[in-house]
């Protein structure tokens, strides 16, 4: 992966950044290194990695291009995962071969304009109609937008009263009637993925294409969120390791009062700070996706390694800003864009708000035991 990242992605990602372009050229390569089924079993034409392995191979693809790691994260975390975990045979035999082969592209839309953090505030609705349903939807800032073949969508499907009531996964497919792609997102970092917005308008599906049963729609969208949270987390080591690299080689090059920066203990400290709290984030990454793998529950541990990691990447990128200096703030340097990307590593599947508080209910639910 490092090798595939330092000779085919390097020498392109500030393009793909200053131009919000998705690298098309790399497409078949990374098909072939079956990047967008890394867990999904063999039979269905996936790797079938672990998730130690497959936070890796992202969060060597984020240390050279965030945007790349972003879509092949939320590819396979969010969009992949709750098909393999949830759908049917039918479903699985159906949609994973595609997925896995990157032939279809997938996309997990929950975020409405009155709905994110707070999912039971979700409006979209898919209503029975004959054999099927009828979605109506705007999900916004949906990673992988544009290029999705296949939305896994957040609907209510029975509109009663109870907030919670009624939320449900169903599988959009582009080329049905009503499915439609918003223009692109002017994002601040990530520029590379095409962010948008997907608009259904009386879109048919068939029955087919729902997840569970009606009504497991939170429980599907949590346990999809606590895998996609170790993804996110992965790409933040990324970002973080990336920032450790351009700083130290920066340090050591630029002079300043006659010595290398590296020779004074202010920008000594930065280095070791930041050092220091990637290895602590690596553990933690590491960590949730061994427990997942060992079938232990690892919401509080994707959480916190979430929290962490992407804090840890905005530090990093930020104190290495700082040791370059004026030239950290050009797009020459490529820590300014490392500085643009760490930042929505905070927000996306979940803030670091939220993720403080999920911590704290498994803490709660841990004392109460």
Known sequence: ?????????????????????????CMDEMKAMNLFGLQVPPNYGGAGLDSVSACIV?????????????????HNGVAVFPIQAFGDQEQ????????ASGDRIGAFCLTEANAGSDISAIEATAVPSGDGFLV?????????????????VLVRIDGGEDPRGGLSLVVVERGMRGFSVGPLEDLCGVRGNPVCSLLLTDCRIPG?????RPGQGMRMALATLDVGRIGIAAQALGIAQASLDVSLEYASQRYQFRSALIQFQTIQNFL???????????????????????????GAASAMAKLFASETASRAASRGVQIHGGYGYSKSY?????????????IYEGTSEMQRMVIARHLREKGKR
Not at 136 to 152: L, M
Request: proline share 4%; hydrophobic share 45%.
């Open 1 to 25: 992966m490092r090798e595939f990242a330092t000779t085919r992605l390097a020498p392109i990602a500030h393009e793909l950044d200053q131009q919000a372009r998705f690298p098309w050229e």
């Open 58 to 74: 992202v969060e060597e693809l984020s240390r050279v291009s965030a945007a790349v790691g972003l879509a092949v994260c939320v």
């Open 92 to 99: 699985k035999e159906r949609l994973l071969p595609a997925m």
């Open 136 to 152: 109506n939807a705007n999900k916004i800032f949906v990673t992988n937008g544009a290029i999705s073949d296949v939305a896994v």
């Open 208 to 212: 087919r294409n729902l997840l569970g």
């Open 272 to 298: 070791a700070d930041t050092a220091t709290e990637l290895e602590a984030a690596r553990l933690l990454v590491y960590r949730a996706a061994c427990l997942r793998d060992q079938g232990e529950p690892f």
């Open 334 to 346: 490529p820590i300014e864009r490392f500085f643009r990307d760490a930042r929505v590593t905070e």
